[in-house]
């Protein structure tokens, strides 16, 4: 993995990949692939993969990973403070990936 700026190049998890197009920052707790343009914090992942809302993948993860959500930022450095009760952004279609693009699955890493 080559490391910048706290990102690191990953494959994507959606795609094969034959060269790293996608990045990973666990200060930022995001991924985004540059061919799928997928970006996504692990509460995006959630919804997506276990097709949920947001308060509900809060719900989920906090049963499953038993954290308190103390130390989750409210929001992410760069990005706009928008609130849930006002949709999507727009652009970006909620729960939908660009066709082509597979669903995580055990075999990702």
Do not use: Y
């Not at 997928?38 to 276990?50: A, F």
């Not at 949920?52 to 450095?77: C, K, T, Y």
């Amino acid at each position: 993995m080559k490391q910048r700026a706290g990102w690191s190049k990953i494959p994507c998890p959606l795609h094969v990949d034959s060269n790293p197009s996608a990045s990973a920052n666990t200060e930022r707790n995001r991924w985004n692939c540059f061919v799928c343009q997928v970006s996504e914090d692990s509460i995006d992942v959630v919804m997506r993969e276990e097709q949920l809302g947001f308060r509900e993948a809060q719900a989920w993860a906090h049963a499953r990973f038993s954290g308190s959500g103390e130390d989750v930022l409210p929001a992410v450095q760069g990005e706009s403070g928008r609130g849930v009760h006002q949709g999507p952004r727009s652009g970006r279609r909620s729960g939908e990936v660009h066709p082509g693009v597979r669903r995580f699955g055990a075999d990702w890493t």
